[in-house]
């Protein structure tokens, strides 16, 4: 059985590509080609839950599963909040083909996922992004973002000054020409007026800006929360955006950003209808005008982590990257 390592997957799938596959994988949900049942939650603690996600897309001949665990304490012992695991099966036997470290994988593939919906969401135009969020999540959202538009400045903001090194630390190691468009603050200040896109990528219960900054013309990435407690975008926000999410059923079962102006009256169930892959296939219109504020919504699936785990494996085949085991 092969198994692959953090820096073997970096290797295997750059950006661009992880991109590419992230709209391949939705086409293929929204079209329902790809099997993904709804995630199951082990809550640990209060907090800290670990998730269980299978899925199947046959067009890449995908099938496996991932363990994530998320727990924000993490941070106060110097350790990530994310720790997965991702293993494929052959779906011809069902047997077991390979392990690889999930942790790396899911910030690479939501980094992705953000990536394809800027390049099919956003103004050809942006050049300034704002990321909330100095995790692991954070950095692959800012090189999703600046692989599909000319970024030149990105604002980090994180309230946690420990997390600013360990940030800018990850992208000289990973991305290293993105080092000099990079500034780390603990508050956001004037940075989403600025903004011509924002990623969310905390586990935050309140809304981490204002809705009166957003200027006209902004898409957001809201990818980190993902429970009905949790919420990063103001309500306001999601009212007057045109908002397209990963998976309609997943998305009201378990965005709290989506749950709470609906429960709230604040928005109705038609405002929450466009997924990404129908985007991808052009079934439905993306940005209508500049002045649109234009909304991907996020609460990750499957598919994501089997299509590029089996792109991984099958480019690690080829390369001679990777190492095999015996489970025998």
Not at 38 to 55: F, H, K, Q
Not at 191 to 206: E, G, L, M, Q, R
Not at 225 to 249: G, I, N
Not at 295 to 324: I, M, P, Y
Request: hydrophobic share 45%; net charge negative; glycine share 8%.
């Amino acid at each position: 059985m092969l198994v692959l390592t953090r820096d073997e997957i970096r290797q295997l799938v750059p950006m661009p590509k992880a991109i590419e596959l992230m709209k391949i994988a939705f086409a293929e949900l929204s079209a329902g080609r790809a099997v993904s049942p709804l995630r199951s939650v082990i809550p640990v603690r209060e907090g800290s839950d670990t998730l269980l996600m299978p899925a199947y897309v046959p067009a890449a001949g995908a099938l496996g599963f991932k363990v994530v665990s998320v727990f924000p304490g993490n941070l106060q012992i110097g350790k990530p909040t994310i720790s997965a695991l991702v293993c494929l099966l052959d779906d011809q036997t069902g047997e077991p083909l390979a392990i690889m470290d999930g942790t790396f994988l899911t910030a690479l593939r939501t980094g992705a996922v953000s990536g394809a919906a800027t390049d099919l969401l956003a103004r050809s135009d942006a050049t300034r992004l704002v990321v909330f969020g100095a995790g692991a999540q954070g950095v692959t959202q800012a090189a999703a973002t600046c692989a599909v538009r000319p970024i030149e400045h990105i604002t980090v903001v994180d309230p946690i000054e420990a997390s600013h090194a360990r940030y800018r630390q990850a992208i000289v190691r990973d991305w290293p020409d993105l080092a000099d468009r990079i500034e780390l603050r603990t508050e956001a200040g004037d940075a989403v007026a600025n903004a011509d896109v924002i990623c969310t990528a905390t586990t935050a219960k309140s809304p981490v800006f204002d809705d009166a900054d957003v200027k006209p013309g902004t898409h957001i990435n809201g990818i980190g929360a993902f429970t009905p407690e949790m919420q990063e975008l103001p309500a306001e926000t999601v009212a007057r955006a045109s908002v397209v999410v990963d998976q309609v059923d997943a998305a009201l079962a378990e965005a709290g950003d989506l749950i709470k102006p609906l429960a709230a009256g604040q928005i109705d169930r038609d405002h929450v209808r466009r997924e990404l892959g129908q985007l991808v296939a052009g079934e439905i219109s993306g940005r209508e005008n500049d002045g649109q504020i234009t909304l991907f919504k996020s609460v990750g699936n499957a598919v994501q982590d089997v299509t590029v785990a089996q792109w991984a494996a099958s480019e690690a085949r080829k390369t001679g990257l990777g190492s095999s085991i015996d489970l025998g």
